[in-house]
Every structure is written in C-alpha cells, then in structure tokens.
C-alpha cells in the first residue's frame, strides 16, 4: 500500500462484491485468466480498487478475501482514455 501510495493522487472506487455477483467485463476481463469458469460461479468475496495516478492514468487491483485478509489477485493498468 505504501507504494500506491507514492505513485496515486486519488482513489475513484473501493468496491466489494462477491464474484459470483459479476461477469467479468471491461478492465476486469483478465480475472477469466485468474478464476475457472466453476470458480466464478462462486461466492468468492472480492474487492475492486481504482486509483488515478499522478500522470491521468488509471490503475485497477483486485482482491480476495482469504482468511481475513485481502490478497493481491491482479491488477491493469491503462490509460484514462481507454473505452472497454
């Protein structure tokens, strides 16, 4: 966190949801790559976190809760003119 920290301005969402809940889309595609198509009919807690960085850019992390803590399942990075 304290790197983010160096390197992003603002937090635009903090979201947490279950994966079964969403259908992978947008800038969260990626996750197919990471959950079986079993695994994402799961009631997985998740948490999505988007900040701006410093240059306009936009960095998106997910997270799962695993034993009560939120571990690191990916993350994209992309400019903030991208259309998904």
């Not at 603002?10 to 279950?18: A, C, L, S, V």
């Not at 969403?22 to 998740?46: C, D, F, T, W």
């Not at 960085?53 to 994209?76: P, R, T």
């Amino acid at each position: 966190m304290i790197e983010q920290k160096k390197t992003c301005k603002t937090t635009i969402t903090d979201e947490e949801y279950f994966l079964n809940d969403r259908i992978p889309h947008g800038s969260a595609v990626g996750l197919r790559n990471v959950y079986s198509e079993e695994q994402l009919k799961q009631r997985i807690p998740m948490r999505d976190v988007k900040w701006e960085e410093k240059e306009g850019d936009y960095i998106e992390v997910w997270y799962e809760l695993k034993n009560e803590k939120w571990i690191l399942v990916d993350s994209y990075k992309y400019d903030r003119s991208t259309k998904f």
